[in-house]
């Protein structure tokens, strides 16, 4: 029966309409063909960033604006010139290796556990800041796993409260330590994000996911109280900033690995290692997105800036198989104490029916900061 399901799963994966340039196929959302084949995240892309790709004066520029940046920062004498959210991953590591090796910014670094977070994860953040000598927060709640068991059960998705975590210790530190810029190492060039009606975090959509739970007190004084209205009016006043750092540099992910591997002897695995559930998360967006995981949006990023061919992005789609849930699902469940009927049920569900019409304008700001094509 198993075997089947796979068989039609490969089958059906490679019959499906593909860009002809990048290997999005037309049922994934928000995804539309025009008449030569090339879809709209390809258009998006060209109008963005391909100047920028190929043009050495523009990314000059954005370097200088980039350094500009760091001085300012630098200028205001604060303690700390930045605040960094390191995971252990190779895109946070890069920045840290910039912001302090690079530029010698006084860099505070912080790591959100989000109940998830692997040992493998753990271990490479010790060494990171062992490495470049940095002072490092670690922050854990034990609310953490909780939320994400309700909001599967809920919603279908349980990445929002591990975003909001994210956003709210990065907006929590910079306050609580007059920090004046925040570096995060994702970008829309560089990031596969899924489709933001199927990951929105904003404080509204989680209220209404969490209307008629018990727990009100334990969440006001937990890191999920919400931050994100008062940091983005900080910010519009000037007062901090907020920057995407491969918005402004090349990111070349093998090189990254590879200066990591032979400077530091730090091996990063394969991608979102840190995370326990992240083959959990894409095997549920495939779900939702006509058999394709987010991973067809990484591989098409890396075709439009040259660091991976159609065809190898091709027979790596052809590898996957989302027609059954991944080893890490037992794990998952156990810890959300949930049965395998429950989670089957919930993953037919989509937070949509939580989302107001803030939310809705909120992701679609989301959107233009991230410049993100949907
Ligand atoms: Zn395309």
């Known amino acids: 029966m198993k075997r089947d399901a796979q068989m039609i799963n490969k089958e059906k994966s490679s019959d499906v309409k593909r860009c002809v340039r990048c290997v999005m196929p037309e049922n994934y959302p928000g995804i539309t063909l025009n008449p030569e084949g090339v879809c709209n995240f390809c258009r998006y892309f060209e109008g963005r960033w391909r100047s920028w790709s190929d043009n050495t004066e523009e990314q000059a520029k954005s370097k200088a604006k980039l350094e500009r940046i760091f001085e300012n920062a630098k200028r205001k004498g604060k303690r700390y010139d930045a605040l960094l959210g390191i995971s252990g991953g190779k895109d946070s590591s890069y920045c840290l290796y910039i912001c302090k090796e690079v530029y010698g910014l006084n860099v505070l670094t912080c790591t959100?556990?989000?109940?998830?977070?692997?040992?493998?994860?753990?271990?490479?953040?010790?060494?990171?800041?062992?490495?470049?000598?940095?002072?490092?927060?670690?922050?854990?709640?034990?609310?953490?796993?909780?939320?994400?068991?309700?909001?599967m059960r809920k919603t279908g998705n349980f990445c929002a409260p591990c975003e909001l975590f994210s956003f709210n210790i990065h907006a929590m530190l910079a306050r609580e330590y007059d920090i004046p810029l925040i570096?995060?190492?994702?970008?829309?060039?560089?990031?596969?994000?899924?489709?933001?009606?199927?990951?929105?975090?904003?404080?509204?959509?989680?209220?209404?996911?969490?209307?008629?739970?018990?727990?009100?007190?334990?969440?006001?004084?937990?890191?999920?109280?919400?931050?994100?209205?008062k940091e983005g009016l900080t910010r519009l006043l000037g007062h901090r900033r907020m920057i995407l750092l491969p918005d402004y540099l090349d990111w070349d992910e093998k090189q990254i690995a590879r200066m990591f591997e032979e400077k530091y002897g730090i091996h990063f695995g394969h991608e979102h290692s840190d995370c326990l559930v992240d083959d959990l998360k894409d095997y549920l967006y495939a779900r939702k997105c006509g058999g394709t995981s987010t991973?067809?949006?990484?591989?098409?990023?890396?075709?439009?800036?040259?660091?991976?061919?159609?065809?190898?992005?091709?027979?790596?789609?052809?590898?996957?198989d989302y027609s059954i849930p991944p080893a890490s699902l037992d794990y998952f469940l156990e810890i959300v104490d949930m049965s395998r009927e429950e989670f089957e049920a919930a993953s037919e569900k989509s937070p949509e029916a939580y989302l107001s019409i803030i939310s809705?304008?909120?992701?679609?700001?989301?959107?233009?900061?991230?410049k993100q094509a949907a």
Not at 121 to 148: C, M, T, W
Not at 190 to 195: E, R, V, Y
Not at 309 to 314: D, G, K, V
Not at 361 to 370: S, V
Request: include cysteine; charge should be positive.
């Open 112 to 151: 959100r556990d989000n109940g998830f977070m692997s040992e493998e994860g753990k271990e490479r953040v010790n060494k990171l800041i062992q490495i470049f000598d940095v002072p490092h927060l670690y922050y854990a709640d034990p609310f953490s796993q909780e939320l994400a068991g309700i909001f």
């Open 183 to 229: 570096v995060m190492g994702s970008s829309s060039r560089t990031d596969g994000a899924p489709p933001k009606k199927l990951n929105p975090w904003d404080p509204w959509y989680f209220r209404n996911v969490l209307k008629g739970e018990s727990f009100k007190e334990r969440l006001n004084c937990s890191f999920y109280a919400n931050y994100i209205i």
């Open 360 to 370: 809705r304008i909120f992701n679609a700001i989301r959107l233009r900061i991230r």
């Open 295 to 320: 991973r067809a949006v990484k591989y098409s990023l890396l075709i439009r800036t040259g660091r991976m061919s159609r065809e190898e992005a091709l027979e790596k789609l052809s590898e996957e």
